[in-house]
């Protein structure tokens, strides 16, 4: 397996930082509110702010997957921990540097949006779970954002672990499968996907929808929708005699 050093640590702060950045950056201008009698039925076009999520992950693989692997979400660092393709500390070290640089690349947002009254009214792009669409419920939320986890996940591993992926295509198709789950998944949790991206925004807009909830929903069930993708994808085509060719093997 292979070891991680200091440059595949500093990628993950600064890929992360990015993300979440022009994540929340878009969700702050585009994202309509919450309904008022001012505005009572919000829309919005979640195709532009998953676009902006292919776009920004192809960009950030492309460019920062020679480095680090490129994983800039908790939940994907998880699964490939199970997966033994990264070592257990360096995993830590890795999500330490994912949480950091969510917080970064909020405070980046807050800092640009300060002036914007709208990007305050949306909590500069902190997650919720719908009144409208999940009636605020806890368990809906985490089956949301657990399956669009699932996706993601399941993209990452197809395309960049397996050896017998085409490995050309592994940015945008992970960013496809990001951008897909978010034009989907957005008006019903927000579509975090990724504890890091959850966590940022909601640590500096001070937004957690209540701690045991966000706990729930944002971090347990991405964590648990990437590791049940990850193993289900191994052991369906990745084990030894599933489709007759060679395994995957560690890192390194």
Known sequence: MQDRGPAAYIAEFVGTAALVFFIT??????LAGPRTPQNPNPFTDWSVIGLVHVLVLFVLIQTLAVASGAHLNPAITAALTVLRQIKPPDAGIYILAQLSGAVAGALLTKA???DF???DIVHFGATSVSEDTLDGKTGLGMLAEGLGTFILVWAVVGVAV?????KDWAALAIGGALGMAVMVIGPLTGAGLNPARSFGPALVAHEFGGAGKFLLVYVLAPVVGGLVAAL???????????TGEKPME???
């Open 162 to 166: 397996s050896p017998r992926a085409a």
């Open 250 to 252: 560690p890192v390194g």
């Open 117 to 119: 009254t709208h990007a």
């Open 112 to 114: 640009l949006l300060t």
């Open 232 to 242: 289900l994808y191994s052991n369906m085509l990745m084990a030894p005699g599933a």
């Open 25 to 30: 950056l878009a969700v702050s201008i585009f």
